[in-house]
């Protein structure tokens, strides 16, 4: 997200006012990061999945857990490695010797949250276990399809700067997650904040201790997404989504640019974050502000241009510069 200084308006309903609780109680763990509070919060509005990027140490793994805590939803965590086979993460068929029969051993991906930590770290074949989960909501195992909880998030980390022993994720699976949100390093006085917690006590595992509670629940959830697909997109603005993501498979740095899925994904995302705006109606604004979090992992740049250094956000940018904005 792009608004690092974001204050969510007076609330309209209780629907708003319970996200609004949800961000207050997050930040009692997490400091800073208030672009990617919003983008998980966009992310489960539109019931879809998020990569976050960053180096180690930005509180990935601790905004999952807060996330999950305050929502009172179930969260599960997978290590992703090399030696890790796809029965690992959505589970396989044990043989019951006294039985006589082979009975199903649910693997973490039957959660609300998944967090797939380091999820190109392992190979493609397991890549892909995710890849029925991520757009079916179920996984079949031995051709019966066992569904997931509801809700059910994917939420991946990848470290921007190790390359070596990684697989780079599929185009086929990075279109599959929503939002891609980079979390920077923070500025020195959020640092100096988190560093000041821990010399107080803080301990990251111990969310209960550190004030969290739940404030919100599925129910809440369910209700917020309902009102979310209730918000108006005008047919202009419509238009200007798919405008958007049509210049960014003509431009000439670009070898692959946002599919019509991405189209879909941005005009969800900006509905979302009207709502969280406290709106229900979409405004142009609302489409650039989702704009490079929604497609940048849906363009792929010449190695070329690559080398120039240019980048899909930046493609996205020059986009919203120069494409005419409906009135």
Known sequence: MS???YTPPPPLNPAQDSLARVRREVAKAIVGQDGAVSGLLVGMLCSGHVLLEGVPGVAKTL???SLAAVLALETKRVQFTPDLMP??????LIYDAQAARFDFRPGPVFTNLLLADEINRTPPKTQAALLEAMEERQVSIDGLPRPLPDP?????????VEYEGT???????????????VLPLPPRNDELQVVAR??????????AGAGLTAVAGAADLAAARAQVAQTRVDTQVLGYVVDICRATRSAPSVSLGASPRGATALMKTSRAWAWLNGRDFVT???VKAMAIPTLNHRIQVRTEAQMDGTTAGGIIGNVLATLAVPR
């Not at 059910?152 to 921007?160: D, E, H, S, Y």
């Not at 821990?198 to 969310?207: C, E, I, K, Q, S």
């Open 3 to 5: 608004d690092p200084t």
């Open 63 to 65: 905004l999952v857990r």
């Open 87 to 92: 029965g690992d993460v959505t589970g396989s």
């Open 152 to 160: 059910f998030m994917v939420i991946a980390t990848q470290n921007p």
């Open 167 to 181: 697989y780079p994720l599929p185009e086929a699976q990075l279109d599959r997650f929503l939002l891609k949100l």
């Open 198 to 207: 821990h010399a107080a006590g803080f301990d990251p595992r111990d969310l």
């Open 284 to 286: 142009p604004d609302d």
